[in-house]
């Protein structure tokens, strides 16, 4: 694969990661809505069914896509049986495959979705909780996973998603209440030791120093970047980092710190597989 080719795919990775996430997250919202079966004179209730569908669709599209631009970009070695059978890559196994394990809980519930008449609506609505363990499993994946986790465009980005998503829990397990106590309220355990999960692993993982070793970055891809030095600025004694060897910026195009890999498999919206700058 050339130069351009690698950088594209360097980047459509991530934007399609991006992308994923994104519509995911509507597809929770917009599920939680239909479930409950909410309504209003501008929002009939067929019509909110019927965007859920189309939204999920596009979002398993988006998907499909990440998984292919990660699978061609060569900057680090991603096969596609990766993308499905989680935590045997070498590359970040753990996080990599918890995106795996995203899209495999995808699929299942888009193909027993389509297969709703066959399996009968019980076996279908078992499968379709799912998408509520795959949500945050794809968050982690992609804070774990990219690079990018650390910048305030993806942070933002998931804060939002991640509001949306609690905002739209805590409306459904308040509806109603108190019908399905028990429910309702390991519903609301599951949605809080998330976000605590979030808040506490965040400062010491991906924002933390040295992510991309500790995450797994392979060596080799560790060694493509090259090291930098640290100076000291007259007078003022502050120190600076200068690179010892050639452009820091990653043969895909994108800035890399050490012990940087470009690609990664998402799962539902997923940022990409960058490492720590």
């Known amino acids: 694969m050339n130069v351009l ?32 079966r909410f ?21 398993l599209a988006f998907l499909g896509a990440h998984v292919v631009t990660t699978v061609i970009d060569t900057f680090v070695s991603i096969p596609l049986i990766d993308a499905f059978i989680p935590f045997i890559g070498s590359y970040r196994p753990i996080w990599l495959g918890l995106g795996a394990v ?14 709703r008449d066959q399996i009968g ?43 949306a998503v609690a905002a739209a829990a805590i409306w459904r397990l308040a509806r109603d209440w108190p019908q399905a106590r028990r429910a309702r309220l390991a519903g609301a355990a599951a949605l809080v030791a998330f976000l605590i999960f979030l808040v506490a692993w965040l400062p ?19 060694a493509a970047v090259p090291p930098r030095a640290t100076t000291t600025t007259p007078l003022t004694g502050s120190t600076n980092e200068t690179s010892t060897g050639s452009s820091s910026e990653s043969p895909s195009g994108g800035s890399s710190a050490p012990g940087e890999g470009s690609g990664s498999v998402q799962g539902p919206g997923e940022s990409e597989g960058q490492e720590e700058h």
């Open 102 to 115: 995203a899209l495999d809980l995808a699929l299942a519930v888009v193909i027993t979705s389509l297969a």
């Open 5 to 36: 080719t690698s950088q594209t795919a360097w980047y459509l990775t991530r934007a399609t990661g991006a992308v994923s996430l994104l519509l995911f997250t509507a597809a929770v919202v917009l599920g939680i809505l239909d479930v409950q």
């Open 39 to 59: 309504s209003s004179r501008r929002w009939p209730r067929f019509v909110i069914d019927g965007v859920h569908r189309r939204v999920s669709l596009l979002a």
């Open 204 to 222: 010491g993982g991906p924002l933390g120093a040295d992510w991309a070793k500790r995450s797994g970055t392979p060596a080799r891809a560790a």
């Open 121 to 163: 609506y019980r076996g279908w609505r078992a499968v379709h909780w799912l998408s509520y363990a795959c949500w945050p499993i794809a968050i982690v994946h992609g804070l774990g996973t990219g690079s990018d986790a650390s910048s305030t465009w993806l942070l933002a980005l998931t804060a939002l998603c991640v509001v």
